[in-house]
């Protein structure tokens, strides 16, 4: 699957005020990994910041008076996005901005939906942690994702760490091998043995260690992934394969 983390600044919080886009910036993900390919452009808003907006960006009106219109980067950046999934923490701001952006440009560009999906970080953020600050530095400290350098706000930036987030928020038993249970079932078939005239099988003694690192393990997946195979799975054993008591002794 291919996925766009993207990340916008603005000239104040309501794009319903007039506020307007002055920075895009996108990071492309490929199977959940990181491309290397980015998209990020600055742009004229063609009015002031709202008060506190400009601190929190670092820019300013004189900085961008030279750098292009929305208009004249819109079909780069569509071109980028198209058929993408889209990722964005608090999704409404950002696809609110730029649904407003594309009507300014005309009809024929529609809205954000029309070209990508969206998957809001955030909603996944309040899902596993209820009831917590779910900002994206307070996720970047939790989640271990280095963010020492954030001193302002800039798309870019704030689109590879929420990469980086999203994917540790994400991550779990996909990454060990849940990922593609069409792939899974084929390789059991593959290797799949008759089971009929099987006498007793041995019982494995494990060591105390390796089940402390089993354990360890697993509580790791419960914490990434919010849940575990393990805890709800059960082996049951038919009366046919099953082993007298005395000769698991």
């Given at each position: 699957m291919r996925q766009i983390v993207l990340d916008t600044e603005t000239t104040g919080l309501e794009w319903k005020k007039g506020n307007r886009v002055v920075e895009i910036g996108c990071v492309e993900l490929q199977e959940r990994r990181p491309t290397g390919r980015t998209f990020q452009r600055y742009i004229n808003p063609e009015r002031d910041f709202e008060p506190g907006a400009q601190e929190v960006t670092g820019l300013t009106r004189e900085f961008l008076a030279d750098k292009p219109l929305f208009a004249a980067v819109v079909d780069e950046f569509l071109a980028f996005i198209d058929g993408a999934e889209l990722v964005i923490h608090n999704a409404a701001f950002d696809v609110g901005f730029l649904d407003s952006e594309l009507a300014r440009c005309g009809e024929r560009y529609g809205r954000i939906r029309d070209h990508a999906m969206v998957e809001d970080s955030l909603d996944l953020a309040r899902q596993r942690y209820p009831g917590q600050r779910n900002s994206l530095d307070a996720l970047c400290k939790r989640l271990g994702v280095d963010n020492a350098h954030r001193q302002l706000h800039g798309a870019l930036l704030d689109a590879q760490l929420l990469a980086e987030v999203y994917l540790a928020l994400t991550a779990g038993q996909s990454e060990i091998g849940f990922a593609s249970p069409a792939a899974d079932a084929g390789r059991a078939a593959a290797v799949a043995l008759p089971t009929t005239g099987l006498?007793?099988?041995?019982?494995?003694?494990?060591?105390?260690?390796?089940?402390a690192l089993h354990a360890a393990r697993l509580e790791t997946v419960r914490v990434k992934a919010g849940h575990c195979v393990w805890d709800v799975v059960s082996v049951v054993v038919p009366d046919s394969v099953a082993e007298p008591e005395s000769a698991l002794s």
């Open positions: 006498g007793p099988r041995p019982r494995v003694m494990v060591p105390e260690a390796e089940l």
